[in-house]
Nanobody, 126 residues
């Protein structure tokens, strides 16, 4: 059974950077499309980014394009989300999630993902 654990969240000033990690265990990560999602208080969950199984295809929400970069190291069973130029509106709990095994398409809807981590808090504030 695939398990995901996020890390790397924290408090950062506006304009700062953080790198989130999503570490997998219980299965080989390269069988899975991985997405990052976030949820701010009183807001709907938002798809942030997604990466294909081999890492050759990515997509981003318009709100983070040009600031966030998703990547993966299948040898380390880890997916990363590099977040630059952070703004207060990026404050949220960030989750990584995996689509069902062997599916290929990167999608932004959380309902398409079967496995979820527990989340890591990102707070952007001066």
């Amino acid at each position: 059974q695939l398990q995901l654990v996020e890390s790397g969240g924290g408090l950062v000033q506006p304009g700062g950077s953080l790198r989130l990690s999503c570490a997998a265990s219980g299965a080989t990560l390269d069988y899975y499309v991985i997405g990052w999602f976030r949820q701010a208080p009183a807001k709907e969950r938002e798809g942030v980014s997604c990466i294909s199984r081999r890492g050759d295809s990515t997509n981003y929400a318009d709100s983070v394009k040009g600031r966030f970069t998703i990547s993966r190291d299948n040898a380390k069973n880890t997916v990363y989300l590099q977040m630059n130029s952070l703004q207060p509106e990026d404050t949220a709990i960030y989750y990584c999630a995996a689509r069902p095994r062997l599916l290929r398409q990167c999608v932004s809807s959380g309902s398409a993902y079967d496995y979820w981590g527990q989340g890591t808090q990102v707070t952007v504030s001066s």
